[in-house]
């Protein structure tokens, strides 16, 4: 059994997840072409290598961030929601800092 | 009350009753009268069920109170109102002054259960002072109906969980008043150490719907363990054995 190291509740099996997918930039509704909105949707860009993804831990309701390598499937780190916000505010802006 | 007259309670008689009534009822179970709702006090022989209790054993706890709190101010507003609790310790439990258990299952998310006793002037004074903590940002969540409760007691409890669950609850590692909250037979349950007495004692409480398919998987797995349902007395006598 894959084990997923929860910010909250410690080592668990991978079973007790859900991957929500990519952290990405939310385009703005008022300003983004249909095009735009389309692929933020319904598009994955399915990066090879690490990739930053919201995961949910079942029993507790929680949500935080993982950084997993793609090709090996090794999960590199986990953190909480609060760390992205303090580290840049909204997704867009961590995205170009980091 | 007499015994005799305790005992002559049936479940369907009472408006609030065990989501595993049925189940109880047809392994023979005795009822007694707490706060208004049937619970299973023996099946048998209190004595033998105490020796079965501290081999293993599976008591319905869901007819005693309990409540939950949840919202930024909750776990402020309880430590107000004398709850020995701390938001920042997410997982933990704290016995209080009465025996009953506050459990932090997240900074900002609480459960509090009655002692063994079924005393429920905790519960209760919580849930009535709550409509003033709104502006506190505290919210009520009546888990009486949502959440089954279980006990697993005695000295196989440990090995027999291992069957179901893939935590680490050896004593050395998941000590009492640790909480866990993962998959237990594929349902999602919050598991917390809780010993009674000397024995260890883990109190399970999950969606009340599953309650008994729970009921039955979790007698499946204690069937090589030799385990089986035990009364609330069985409990409260071990309970009484350090006192």
């Not at chain 2, 004074?125 to 279980?150: C, H, I, K, Q, T």
């Not at chain 2, 979790?218 to 609330?232: I, K, S, T, W």
Request: charged share 25%; net charge negative.
């Amino acid at each position: 059994m894959k084990i997923m190291p929860c910010p909250l509740n410690g080592p668990r099996n991978i079973s007790e997840f859900v991957c929500q997918g990519e952290v990405e930039i939310e385009p703005d509704p008022a300003t983004a072409s249909d095009r735009d909105w389309a692929d933020h949707l319904f598009m994955l860009d399915n990066e090879a290598g690490v990739v930053r993804e919201w995961w949910y831990h079942v029993p507790t309701s929680y949500w935080f961030i993982a950084e997993r390598n793609t090709v090996t499937d090794e999960i590199v780190r986990t953190y909480p929601t609060e760390e992205l916000i303090e580290r840049g505010g909204h997704p867009a802006d961590f995205e170009s800092k980091s | 009350m007499p015994e005799s007259d305790q005992l002559s309670v049936r479940p369907a008689a009472f408006a609030r009753r065990s989501f595993v009534y049925r189940r109880l009822e047809s392994a023979g179970a005795w009822f007694a009268e707490i706060g208004g709702a049937a619970v299973a006090a023996r099946f048998g022989d209190t004595a033998s069920e105490v020796e079965t209790a501290r081999r293993l054993g599976l008591a319905d706890l869901s007819p005693l109170p309990r409540v939950g709190f949840k919202g930024a101010g909750a776990m402020d507003w309880l430590a107000e109102r004398g709850v020995t609790i701390d938001g920042s310790r997410p997982n933990w439990s704290w016995r209080q002054g009465d025996g009953s258990l506050a459990i932090a299952r997240s900074n900002t998310e609480s459960l509090i259960l009655s002692n063994l006793s079924g005393n429920r002037y905790l519960c209760d004074r919580l849930e009535s002072e709550s409509n003033e903590g709104m502006e506190a940002r505290v919210y009520v969540l009546p888990r009486y109906d949502g959440l089954f409760w279980f006990a697993l007691t005695g000295s196989c409890a440990v090995a027999c969980m291992a069957k179901v669950c893939g935590v680490d609850l050896r004593p050395s590692s998941f000590v009492d008043g640790a909480v866990a909250q993962t998959s237990v037979a594929g349902l999602t349950t919050t598991v917390v150490r809780c010993d009674i007495g000397i024995e260890n004692a883990f109190y399970l409480l999950g969606d009340s719907a599953s309650a008994e398919f729970f009921w039955d998987a979790l007698l499946d797995a204690m069937r090589e363990f030799r385990g089986d349902a035990v009364g609330l007395w069985s409990l409260q006598a071990l309970q009484a054995e350090v006192k």
